[in-house]
């Protein structure tokens, strides 16, 4: 429940949510939520924003980032919000390559971070968009800087961690070194949090582009760095991010945020 460097770990019921909600709303937070559909993952909007509205920050004001490629694909939504929360719909490049679509994400977030979400929310959450909300995600995620622990290893040991290896690479880990295997799919803060991780992987990305060398697991393996030597202030367990191909073990009480099935090359090709 706690790190050595003392973040809480999030876990169903190691929080009163009726104290956080009283403190959050005190200060009026908003809350900014950014998704990335480009090409056809634009099919999983609908579900994500519709589950959001049942789940998502319950009761605060909250502004649905979509990055797109193809606007007037997800305007064609027609989205029913609740009173206090907005689709905002921001144009952006796509990319061959998924692996650089994904990648990418840092850059057009660090770049909108600084121009436009810093004056209309508090914290941001960056999240992957073939998932939907089946359980509540709260303010208990909120903090300066949190992540997210990867549903496939939060069992392993470190050495079992798919960090990047190779030296050459900015996303190195060496084998003596590592908290966690954090996921890509779910992590955020502050802006100048967001600012700072988001600056700091995509740098990393252009010098190890330079190099020509690609991390293994893309903008994830940066994070993981970027979170090694800035620790993260909360950790939010599996119940935040979870693949139903991995059943439902015992210790996971709740599923709150849970991978879309999903076709990999009829989807990315
Ligand atoms: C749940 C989770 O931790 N997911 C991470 C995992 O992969 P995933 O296998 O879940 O990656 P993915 O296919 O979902 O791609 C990541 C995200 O990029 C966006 N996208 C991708 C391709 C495309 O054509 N159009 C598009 O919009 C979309 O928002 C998608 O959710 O590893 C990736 C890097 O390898 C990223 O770190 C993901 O965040
Ligand atoms: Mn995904």
Request: net charge negative; with cysteine; charged share 25%.
């Amino acid at each position: 429940m706690m790190t050595p460097w003392f973040a809480p770990i999030v876990w169903n019921s190691t929080y009163n949510i009726d104290i956080l909600n009283a403190q959050f709303h005190q200060r009026g937070v908003r809350i900014g939520i950014t998704v990335f559909a480009i090409k056809k993952y634009i099919v999983f909007v609908k579900k994500f924003v519709e589950t959001a509205e049942k789940f998502f920050m319950a009761g605060f004001d909250v502004n649905y980032y979509i990055f797109t490629d193809r606007a007037e694909d997800v305007r064609q939504n027609n989205f029913t919000l609740n009173k206090g929360r907005r689709v905002i719909i921001l144009e952006v490049p796509s990319y061959e390559r998924w692996q650089e679509v994904s990648m990418r994400r840092m850059e057009m977030i660090r770049n909108y971070t600084q121009e436009r979400f810093i004056n209309e929310v508090n914290y941001l959450v960056c999240v992957d968009v073939d998932m939907e909300f089946s359980d509540d995600v709260g303010v208990e995620i909120l903090s300066d800087l949190f992540g997210t622990m990867h549903p496939s290893f939060y069992e392993a040991s470190r050495q079992h961690f798919t960090y990047e290896r190779r030296p050459e690479s900015e996303a190195y880990i060496p084998d003596d070194e590592g908290d966690f295997y954090y996921a890509g799919g779910f992590f955020g803060g502050t802006l100048e949090e967001v600012y700072k991780l988001t600056n700091y992987c995509h740098n990393a990305m252009i010098t190890d582009m330079g190099k020509n060398i690609e991390a293994r697991w893309h903008d994830e393996s940066y994070i993981n760095k970027y979170f090694l030597y800035h620790k993260p202030t909360k950790i939010l367990s599996p119940e935040y991010l979870w693949d139903n191909r991995f059943g439902v073990p015992g210790i996971l009480k709740r599923r709150r945020f849970v991978a879309v099935p999903k076709d990999h090359n009829a989807i990315r090709n």
